[in-house]
């Protein structure tokens, strides 16, 4: 599970990049913030390199050895989701504020349960 978690995480920072990289206006129209396109290159380029660190964790890594990797993303993906959250209730609920909360929410709830696991065995 720890192995498709970090999977998952990778894809979805993939993904994210990809589409603020080819379809920045799409990605602001859905969200309460207005286009800035160095803004949507330099979250993709973010996304982007936070995709290659995790895969390449995952290939020279033991998976024993990626709780903090997986704590760390889970941390991330809490603040990412909370700033989706008081985007959209101060501001608008995009499709992206969203899908941002949602994915955010999972991944806390997922990386929490690695984690409690790993310590409560």
């Not at 993904?15 to 286009?35: C, D, K, Q, R, Y």
Request: with cysteine.
């Amino acid at each position: 599970m720890n192995k498709v978690y970090l999977i998952l995480w990778a894809t979805g920072a993939f993904v994210s990049s990809i589409a603020h990289l080819l379809a920045p206006e799409f990605m602001a129209n859905g969200t309460a913030w207005p286009l800035a396109n160095g803004w949507q290159r330099e979250i993709a380029f973010f996304d982007m390199f936070l995709a290659l660190f995790i895969l390449n964790e995952l290939r020279t890594r033991a998976i024993d050895s990626l709780y903090n990797l997986i704590f760390a993303t889970g941390t991330l993906s809490f603040f990412l989701g909370i700033n989706h959250l008081v985007s959209a209730t101060t501001g608008h609920w995009g499709y992206i504020h969203v899908a941002g909360c949602i994915a955010n929410a999972a991944a806390v709830i997922v990386s929490l349960s690695l984690v409690l696991r790993k310590f409560y065995k």
